[in-house]
């Protein structure tokens, strides 16, 4: 930034699953704060969860309020707005009103888990795969969104009649920030629809008619360097702000963490954990339980990856804290699982809401297996940080048979990227360097600089790289061989998930 020329501001709207995070980021790539407010979950049966879409809009509001507030800096100071989301979380809306039709249906969600075996009896898995990079699982929007045309009366007809809109977060938040101006949606979220050809880019027809969603509902798919519309009528900005395209959370974190090239990788952990390699402009088919999917488009060429996603990684620890209780605040898991040199047999495999990649088991269920007399409830907090590193390692190894390389370093970010005992034994089980950045929002900061990015204030994706900064690396500091009986233990483990426990 020159001398004597007033800095721009960018606000990136990081949209997750528990909370909105609001955060701020200066020209001169200087993070200025972040603020975040959580908001209710609905668990109106079992496996199901549910977002109030009101209940979310009101905590991008409360999140964008607290960080000016926090700041000082004044919303006329915004030279742009980039947004992200969780992804596959699926909604529907009245076009003329603005109000949705049904609670979101979130992507932790195994409702359509019938549906998705009905559709793979049908012999359908081959083409979904093949079009879209997908497999047939409820994580995805396309089975959400059929079941709600299906269960909220009048909702098909009405759809048919071209008067309701389906988006991920992204879109609903596009169509609130610009008083209903914009109804988008970018390549990284389409691409995880089940309704997208992924090497065309476009909504697929056929798809959407075995599914049965009419294409007239479905949001414009843009790039990633395209300024969607401005703000209007939001009440915490500004009327005239530009909005720039969207980006999925996990891609968005990649974005953040600089893997701008092919091989290059990241793992978020956040509420699920999330994989996420960077292929290049090739769509790399798994073989090994894992997706494909699209990264981002700018200047007209997609960049694509490889994803394995895990449903429960920091989710664990909330729940030692919210369901077991032997734990009063997340911050306190560390210091617990310390507090023993080892977890001493003691294995958590957190499926609280099934398996994801490379199993795909909905059916699947938590297992904590391994107790003795002398297990005490620090074993079960260590077992709980190991559970989600060994969902990593098996994520990293069949992410390296699909392409046929190892991979030496994984750059990690997240809220439990910041536990040192975690990312310790996370470069031991994959014998790996693990890489945390000084900025660990990388969310947020994807969806600053790609603003940025789409509005010319960053030129190059070589300027982003160069303020990539490590705080920490892990190297392993014990042999793969020895991790072996560990290993052992975790797949026997799996197996007892995979079978409801029993």
């Excluded at 992804?87 to 009103?97: L, N, Q």
């Amino acid at each position: 930034m020159k001398r004597g020329r007033r800095a721009e501001i960018l606000l990136a709207i990081d949209q997750g699953t528990t909370g909105t995070k609001a955060f701020l980021l200066r020209d001169d790539l200087r993070v200025l704060g972040e603020a975040t407010r959580e908001f209710p979950q609905h668990f109106p049966k079992p496996g199901w969860v549910e977002h109030d879409l009101e209940q979310v809009h009101a905590s991008v509001a409360a999140a964008v309020k607290q960080v000016f507030r926090d700041t000082g800096v004044q919303p006329s100071r915004i030279a742009g707005v980039g947004i992200t989301n969780q992804r596959e979380t699926t909604a529907v809306w009245d076009r003329s009103t603005g109000r949705p039709i049904h609670r979101a249906i979130v992507w932790q969600d195994r409702r359509t888990a019938d549906a998705c075996a009905a559709l793979r009896r049908r012999g359908l898995e081959s083409k979904f795969r093949r079009a879209t990079g997908l497999v047939l699982d409820p994580y995805f929007s396309g089975t959400k969104l059929a079941w709600l045309l299906d269960h909220v009366a009048g909702a098909r007809a009405k759809a048919r009649a071209g008067q309701l809109a389906f988006g991920t977060i992204d879109s609903f938040l596009a169509w609130r920030l610009t008083g209903g101006a914009s109804h988008v949606t970018d390549t990284s979220n389409a691409s995880r629809t089940l309704l997208l050809d992924l090497a065309k880019g476009e909504w697929s027809e056929e798809l959407c008619d075995i599914l049965r969603v009419p294409l007239r509902m479905l949001p414009r798919v843009i790039p990633n360097d395209e300024v969607l519309g401005r703000t209007r009528g939001v009440g915490f900005l500004p009327d005239g702000i530009p909005v720039a395209c969207p980006i999925g959370d996990q891609q968005s974190a990649l974005f953040g963490q600089a893997c701008y090239s092919q091989g290059e990788a990241k793992c978020t952990y956040g509420t699920g954990a999330f994989l996420v390699l960077n292929t290049g402009d090739e769509i790399v088919p798994s073989r090994h339980g894992l997706i494909a999917t699209a990264a981002w488009r700018l200047a007209g060429k997609t960049t694509f990856a490889l994803e394995g996603s895990t449903f429960i990684a920091g989710a664990i620890v909330q729940w030692l804290r919210d369901g077991l209780g032997i734990i009063r605040s997340s911050s306190e898991i560390e210091a617990l699982a310390q507090s023993v040199d080892a977890s001493d047999g003691v294995v958590l495999v957190p499926a609280l809401t099934g398996l994801g990649a490379p199993h795909w088991d909905p059916h699947a269920r938590g297992v904590l297996c391994g107790l003795t007399r002398g297990s005490t409830r620090a074993h079960v907090a260590r077992a709980a940080l190991e559970g989600i590193a060994f969902q990593i390692h098996d994520l990293l190894r069949a992410m390296e048979k699909d392409v046929g390389r190892r991979v030496r370093r994984l750059k990690v970010d997240g809220g439990a990227s910041r536990n040192n005992l975690l990312l310790q034994f996370q470069s031991d089980l994959l014998g790996a360097r693990i890489s945390r950045p000084q900025i660990t929002s990388t969310t947020a900061l994807g969806a600053a600089l790609l603003a940025g990015h789409g509005l010319g204030i960053f030129t190059s994706l070589a300027q982003i790289r160069k303020a990539w900064a490590e705080e920490r690396s892990f190297r392993p500091l014990t042999s793969r061989a020895r991790m072996e009986p560990r290993l052992a233990e975790w797949r026997r483990a799996v197996q007892l998930a995979r079978s409801g426990g029993e």
